[in-house]
């Protein structure tokens, strides 16, 4: 079974530029996460999608990031314009319903390793 | 609102040794409670979780946690730790059975021959 794919692996960019990550998560799951991991500290939610909405993005700094799913399955995030405190690790998963109380998993790509100058 | 916090940044253990990584959680709700594990350079991968069926749940590799209400702890366990259990190591809540998670700081896990 394919996994949760995310690209690019890593990225280097000057503070005020922008950038984007993409996720393509397993086949058939309709919820999908964005995290942000700063070094040091636990993964943070940044926005739950189900399907191609968005269920939360509460954590989600919206002068400057943006993310979209069209047609529910693919994902991106972006940052406009980055800021230093931006340098983490962008973590996608994906999850069938987004359910704990069965035995679906959580499922976690590889992640994006962003470096902010 | 849930969090949970993790004792101690670093843990040293020696292979062979028992492995004792501490997770203590703050739930207005009753919680469900995971354990995952980050090896470098990959995705964190799903230990265990609890989710109200037994107090004493086992995952993969041999790692094993204790819900105690009491206390509000979720400590991560395993009897005899392997070169290949040093990771980073993240204790997680949700509520209401969603798998919206709230991770703690993580934990790393050294084991020295």
Not at chain 1, 42 to 53: A, T, Y
Not at chain 2, 34 to 52: C, D, E, H, I
Not at chain 2, 67 to 87: R, V
Request: aromatic share 10%.
């Amino acid at each position: 079974e394919a996994g949760v794919a995310q690209s690019p692996r890593y990225k280097i960019i000057e503070k005020r530029q922008s950038v984007a990550f993409w996720c393509n998560p397993i086949s058939g799951h309709a919820t999908l996460y964005w995290y942000q991991q700063i070094l040091g500290q636990g993964p943070k939610l940044l926005i739950q999608f189900q399907n191609n909405g968005v269920v939360d993005d509460s954590q989600l700094p919206k002068d400057r990031f943006s993310a979209e799913r069209l047609k529910g399955v693919d994902s991106t995030l972006k940052i406009q314009p980055a800021k230093l405190e931006d340098s983490a690790v962008y973590l996608c998963a994906s999850s069938l319903e987004g359910r704990a109380d069965t035995n679906e998993k959580l499922f976690f790509g590889s992640g994006t390793q962003l470096s902010v100058l | 609102a849930q969090s949970v916090t993790q004792l101690g940044s670093h843990v040293s253990v020696s292979e062979g040794a028992l492995v004792l990584l501490r997770c203590n959680y703050s739930s207005s709700v009753p919680p469900y409670l995971f354990w995952y594990v980050q090896y470098p350079n990959q995705g964190l991968q799903l230990l265990l979780k609890y989710t109200s069926a037994a107090t004493l749940v086992k995952g993969i590799n041999g790692f094993e946690a204790e819900f105690k209400k009491s206390e509000t702890s979720f400590h991560l366990t395993k009897p005899s730790a392997h070169m290949s259990d040093a990771a980073e190591y993240f204790c997680a809540v949700s509520a209401r059975g969603f798998q919206k998670l709230v991770f703690g700081t993580g934990t790393r896990l050294l084991v020295s021959p």
